[in-house]
C-alpha cells in the first residue's frame, strides 16, 4: 500500500517552472520533517529540500533561490516549487519522511529540454 505519491512532473523548457506533489497516507506531513530528493540516471539520489515540522526549509546548494518546499496540512501533501529550471534539474523526484523513512515512491520525472 502506497504511502507517498508524487506527482507533477513532466516536459518543461529551460527556465519554466513545475509544481511537484506528494500525496501523504498513513502519517502527518505536520509531525514530521518532509523531504524531496532526485535521482538522475546514473546519479545517486541526493536531497534537494527539506521542510521542518516547524516550517524551516533547507536547500541543496544547486536549487537554492529557485526550488521552494511548502505544506499544505489539510490536504496532507507536501510540494515542490520549482522555477528556473534548467537541464542539470532533469531527474525522477521523491518525496519521503526525513524523520522516519517509508518505502519510496514511484517518483515523479523532470525532464527540463528545449
Known amino acids: 500500500q502506497a504511502q507517498l505519491v508524487e506527482s507533477g512532473g513532466g516536459l518543461v523548457q529551460p527556465g519554466g517552472s513545475l509544481k511537484l506533489s506528494c500525496a501523504v497516507s498513513?502519517?502527518?506531513?505536520?509531525?514530521?520533517?518532509m523531504d524531496w530528493y532526485r535521482q538522475a540516471p546514473g546519479k545517486q539520489r541526493e536531497l534537494v529540500a527539506r521542510?521542518?515540522?516547524?516550517?524551516?526549509?533547507l536547500y541543496g546548494t544547486s536549487v537554492t533561490g529557485r526550488f521552494m518546499i511548502s505544506r499544505d496540512v489539510a490536504k496532507n501533501t507536501v510540494h515542490l516549487q520549482m522555477n528556473s529550471l534548467k537541464s542539470e534539474d532533469t531527474a525522477v523526484y521523491y518525496c519521503?519522511?526525513?524523520?522516519?523513512?517509508?518505502?519510496w515512491g514511484q517518483g515523479t520525472q523532470v525532464t527540463v529540454s528545449s
Open positions: 519521503n519522511s526525513g524523520s522516519s523513512r517509508r518505502p
Open positions: 498513513g502519517f502527518s506531513v505536520s509531525a514530521h520533517v
Open positions: 521542510i521542518g515540522s516547524g516550517g524551516s526549509t
